[in-house]
């Protein structure tokens, strides 16, 4: 059986998911970001005991066919921004149809619908959530991140950064002030 949860971003999060079902005797055969494979099928009585348990831990059990496509997007594109080690250089909607098969118009409606944003708002937000993590490391220039995150410049990028966050790269880094967000935030 399987279930769908929101806010799964981090490999952490799959350790406390795998944990608290094992918890409660359950035997997950898989877990991923925003996904768990049970051996098992469950009942509702079993989803509601899970649900209820994974709340403390800011997760949440999707139901929903809309919600869960949703959360799938978010996650492809929370994989493929913070935990891919090569340069972004890559067609958003050619991969997020090819990670959920299904046609981009569907899911950009779907999406847009139930977040009620843009997957491309979504995307440049996580982008930005990574430049300020690179900054914030400073192990790389300015110039290196914005070609990491497939910009076509430095300066692309600095607007970018500064229509999101009101502030520019170069500011955010010399203020180090930790405005950084956790993914399921942005």
């Given at each position: 059986m399987e279930l769908h949860i929101k806010n799964m971003v981090c490999n952490r999060c799959k350790m406390v998911v795998k944990a608290e079902l094992e918890k409660l005797g359950f035997k997950p055969l898989l877990v991923e970001l925003g996904e768990v494979t049970l051996a098992e099928n469950i009942t509702s009585e079993d989803k509601t005991r899970i649900a209820e348990s994974l709340i403390p831990y800011g997760f949440e059990l999707?139901?929903?066919?809309?919600?869960?496509?949703?959360?799938?997007?978010?996650?492809?594109?929370?994989?493929l921004v913070h935990?891919?080690?090569?340069?972004?250089?890559?067609?958003?909607?050619?991969?997020?149809?090819?990670?959920?098969?299904q046609e981009y118009a569907n899911l950009s409606s779907t999406f847009?619908?139930?977040?009620?944003?843009?997957?491309?708002k979504y995307f440049i937000a996580q982008k930005i959530e990574k430049a300020k993590e690179m900054l914030t490391y400073g192990e790389l220039t300015l110039s290196e991140i914005a070609?990491?995150?497939?910009?076509?410049?430095?300066?692309?990028?600095?607007?970018?950064?500064?229509?999101?966050?009101?502030?520019?790269?170069?500011?955010?880094k010399a203020a180090s002030a930790d405005s950084r967000k956790t993914l399921d935030e942005v």
């Open positions: 999707l139901e929903d066919k809309k919600t869960q496509i949703a959360e799938q997007i978010k996650t492809a594109i929370i994989n935990y891919t080690k090569e340069p972004l250089k890559i067609n958003l909607s050619a991969y997020l149809s090819d990670q959920l098969k847009s619908e139930m977040e009620n944003q843009t997957i491309e070609y990491q995150l497939n910009y076509s410049s430095v300066a692309h990028l600095s607007a970018q950064f500064k229509k999101v966050t009101g502030i520019t790269p170069s500011a955010y």
